[in-house]
C-alpha cells in the first residue's frame, strides 16, 4: 500500500467526518431551532387559549340563554345556529360501543368520537430511570382534535358548525345514534355500528328534509377533520419518519403527506377521494367513503420535539350534498392496528398504509417477505427464532450466488503465489503490477469482480427487509434475547450522554455483533486474496461497518439481528463450500487448462489494459521529467 493509496482513504475519512460535522448543527444553531420551537409552540399555545377564551364566550352565551324561555332562547341563538338553535344547548354526556378488541367513548356533542381504547395493543413510555414500560393506547383522544361539519344553513354567514350542537341519543347493543333536529321533521344524524371483532366501524350519515335548510347552491358539505397524532414508539425518529396523512383518490395511486418535511400540504385538484387515513408507524385512524368524497385538501405538520404530539394532520373533506329531500351517506372507519390482512380485506388499496415502501422494494415486501414470514410464524412462535429462519431461507435461496463469489474467490486465491511472485520482481512499481496481474487474470480466466457481482444481486432484498422490519406490526414489541422491541433498536448498554450524529445514548448490543462479525468476515476472505491492484478497498472493508455502527445503532433490532445472521450464516457456507464442495487441485487444473486455449481479448479487459499502460507510461515521463530537472 504506496502513500498515494493511504492519503486517499484518510481523505475519505475525513471528508465523511467532515459531512458529518457540517450536517450537525452547532450548539448557536441548535439555540436557534430551539427558540424558533419555542417561539412556534408559544404562537400555538396562544392560538389555542384564543380559540379556547373565544369557547367559553360562545359557551357562556349558549348557557345564559339556555336559562331563559324557549321561544326567546330560539330568538337569541337563531342568528348563529338557525333551526338549529333549539340543540345548541345542553349537558355533555358520553357513550361506550365496544368489543373484544377497541373500546370506544362517544361525546353527544358534536356526535364525535372522543376516545379510542386498542384492548390488544400497549403504548410504550421511558419512565426516568430509562426502563420501558407498557401503558394502554388510545387514539383520537386528544382534547385538540376536531371532527366537525360546517352545514351551509340559509341566512347563516358562516355555516353551522355540529361542534357546538347537542345531539340526542339512541342506542342498542352495536349501534349508536346522535341526531340534530331542526324541527318540522328535519335533522341531521350520525349513527355508529361496531360489528364484533373488528377495527372497522360502519358510519353513516343521514340528511332528513335538509334541503329546505341548507343552500341550494352548496353541492358539498364540509367535514374538517384535525388530528394530533400522539408519541406511542419507543423510538421517535422512527415513527416521525414512518407516520403521515395518507390517501387516495377515487380513480389513481394512493399519496401521502411528506413525513419528514416540516410542514407538507397536498390538494387532490378537484379529483374524489375514497379514502383519508392518519397514520402513525404501526396505527391508523381512516375514513372511507364507499362511493367517494367530493375532493379534500390535506395538511401534516411535524410538531417540535419538546411537544406532548408527534404530528398535527388535518384534513377538509368535502362531503356530497344532491339537495334531496333525505340523502344517505356510507362511510366507514377504520381504527386500528396496521395489520395487512384487515386493511387488505377493506378493499381500495388501504393496505398501502403501511409503508413497505414504493416499486420493487414494496413489491418484494409485500408478496414475497411477508408470505414467507407468516408461513415461518405459523411454525414458530419466537419472532427471533422465525428472523433466523427467515435469513436461513434467503441464503439457501442465493446460495447459487454465494457458490459463485466463494469459487471466483478461490480461483483469486490460487494464483496468489503467483502475484507474490510478480510483487517480488517489479518491486515498488505498482502499475507494472496491476498490469501484468490483469494479465494473469485474462490468462486464467479469473474475473476480479466475480466476487462482488453476486453480492450486488442481494442488495434489493436487503433494501426491501430495511423497510420491512420497521414497517411490519408483528415484530412491535416482539422481545428476543436482550431486545424488548424488535421494531426499534435494543439497548444493551444504556450511555449517560449522547453521541451526535444520530448514535443516541445507547449502544446496540446486535449493531455491535453485527459489525464484529463483519469485520472477522472481511479479514477471512482478505487473508488469501491479494488487493494489490486496488488496496483502499481492503482497508475501506474495514472502515465501512465501523462506520455504519453510528446508523444501525439506532435502527430496527430485527434488520440488525438480521444481518448478525446473515453473516454468521455466510461465514457458515464459506468454511462449508470451500472445504467440502470445492476441490482447489481442480480449480487449478483447470486454470491451467483454459491458460493453454488461445483468446480473444475482450473489450472491457482491452481498455482496461490500454488505460494502466497509459497511466505507466505518464509515470515514466513524471519520473523523467522530474530527474531532468
Same mark, same amino acid.
Given at each position: ?29 441548535? $439555540? ?69 378488541? !377497541? ?9 364525535? !368520537? ?9 403504548? &410504550? ?38 361542534? %357546538? ?70 423510538? !421517535? ?40 387515513? %392518519?397514520?402513525?408507524?404501526?396505527? %391508523? ?26 404530528? $398535527? ?91 459463485? &463469489? ?160 446473515? %453473516? ?39 481498455? &482496461? ?21
Amino acid at each position: 500500500m504506496d502513500r498515494n493509496n493511504i492519503i486517499g482513504i484518510a481523505l475519505i475519512f475525513v471528508l465523511f467526518l467532515a459531512w458529518q460535522y457540517f450536517l450537525t448543527p452547532s450548539k448557536a444553531q441548535l $439555540a436557534a431551532q430551539k427558540r424558533a420551537q419555542d417561539s412556534i409552540a408559544m404562537v400555538e399555545k396562544l392560538r389555542d387559549k384564543l380559540a379556547i377564551v373565544k369557547k367559553q364566550e360562545a359557551t357562556k352565551r349558549i348557557e345564559a340563554a339556555a336559562e331563559v324561555p324557549d321561544s326567546l332562547r330560539t330568538k337569541l341563538l337563531g342568528g348563529q345556529f338557525g333551526p338549529f338553535a333549539a340543540v345548541a344547548t345542553g349537558k355533555e354526556e358520553t357513550s361506550v360501543l365496544e368489543n373484544e378488541l !377497541i373500546k370506544i367513548t362517544f361525546s353527544n356533542k358534536g356526535g364525535r !368520537i372522543q376516545d379510542v381504547l386498542l384492548k390488544k395493543h400497549f403504548k &410504550m413510555v421511558q419512565g426516568k430511570d430509562r426502563k420501558d414500560r407498557k401503558v394502554p393506547l388510545h387514539l383520537l383522544d386528544d382534547p385538540k382534535n376536531r371532527f366537525e361539519y360546517t352545514l351551509p344553513v340559509k341566512g347563516i354567514r358562516n355555516g353551522v358548525n355540529t361542534a %357546538n350542537l347537542y345531539f340526542s341519543k339512541k342506542q342498542s347493543a352495536n349501534s349508536i345514534t346522535f341526531q340534530a333536529d331542526a324541527g318540522d321533521g328535519h335533522f341531521f344524524a350520525q349513527t355508529y355500528t361496531l360489528p364484533q371483532n373488528s377495527y372497522k366501524l360502519d358510519y353513516n350519515l343521514n340528511l332528513e328534509g335538509l334541503n329546505q335548510i341548507l343552500d341550494p347552491k352548496s353541492k358539498s358539505i364540509v367535514l374538517k377533520w384535525v388530528n394530533y397524532l400522539d408519541k406511542i414508539e419507543k423510538s !421517535i425518529q422512527y415513527e416521525r419518519q414512518y407516520s403521515s396523512l395518507n390517501f387516495k383518490p377515487v380513480e389513481g395511486n394512493s399519496s401521502r403527506c411528506s413525513p419528514t418535511k416540516e410542514y407538507s400540504a397536498k390538494d387532490a385538484e378537484g379529483a374524489p377521494i375514497q379514502w383519508v387515513a %392518519n397514520t402513525n408507524q404501526f396505527f %391508523n385512524s381512516a375514513l372511507l367513503a364507499e362511493k367517494g368524497f367530493v375532493r379534500a385538501k390535506f395538511e401534516s405538520k411535524n410538531l417540535p420535539e419538546g411537544s406532548e404530539d408527534l404530528k $398535527a394532520l388535518r384534513s377538509d373533506i368535502q362531503i356530497p350534498f344532491n339537495g334531496d329531500g333525505s340523502e344517505k351517506v356510507a362511510m366507514h372507519f377504520y381504527i386500528g392496528p396496521n395489520e395487512f390482512n384487515r386493511l387488505y380485506d377493506l378493499g381500495f388499496s388501504m393496505s398501502d398504509i403501511i409503508p413497505f415502501g414504493q416499486n420493487i422494494m414494496g413489491t418484494i415486501n409485500r408478496w414475497v417477505i411477508r408470505p414467507l414470514f407468516n408461513v415461518l410464524t405459523s411454525l414458530f412462535s419466537s419472532k427471533g427464532i422465525v428472523i433466523l429462519m427467515l435469513t436461513l431461507m434467503v441464503k439457501l435461496l442465493l446460495f447459487p450466488l454465494t457458490y459463485r &463469489m466463494i469459487y471466483s474467490q478461490s480461483k483469486m486465491t490460487s494464483l496468489k503465489p503467483e502475484i507474490d511472485r510478480l510483487k517480488e520482481r517489479h518491486g515498488d512499481d505498482q502499475q507494472k503490477v496491476q498490469m501484468e496481474t490483469m494479465k494473469m487474470y485474462r490468462e486464467f480466466g479469473v474475473n476480479p469482480l466475480g466476487a462482488c457481482f453476486p453480492m450486488l444481486m442481494q442488495l434489493p432484498i436487503w433494501f426491501a427487509l430495511y423497510r420491512f422490519f420497521p414497517a411490519s406490526i408483528e415484530f412491535r414489541q416482539a422481545n428476543f434475547l436482550w431486545a424488548t422491541d424488535l421494531s426499534s433498536y435494543d439497548e444493551f448498554f444504556q450511555l449517560p450522554f449522547k453521541i451526535p450524529f444520530g448514535f443516541g445514548e445507547h449502544i446496540s448490543l446486535f449493531a455491535l455483533l453485527w459489525v464484529l462479525s463483519t469485520l472477522l468476515y472481511t479479514w477471512y476472505n482478505s487473508k488469501n486474496m491479494d488487493f494489490s491492484a486496488n488496496p483502499s478497498m481492503l482497508y475501506m472493508q474495514y472502515i465501512m461497518p465501523v462506520m455504519f455502527m453510528g446508523f444501525f445503532n439506532s435502527s430496527a433490532s430485527g434488520l440488525s439481528a438480521y444481518m448478525l445472521f446473515s %453473516n454468521l450464516l455466510n461465514i457458515g457456507q464459506t468454511l462449508a463450500t470451500k472445504y467440502f464442495l470445492i476441490d482447489e487441485k481442480k480449480i487449478k487444473a483447470g486454470m491451467d487448462a483454459y491458460r493453454k486455449k488461445p483468446k480473444k481479448k475482450s473489450g472491457f479487459g482491452e481498455r &482496461m489494459e490500454n488505460m494502466i499502460k497509459e497511466q505507466q507510461k505518464a509515470a515514466e515521463e513524471k519520473v523523467k521529467t522530474i530527474k531532468r530537472k
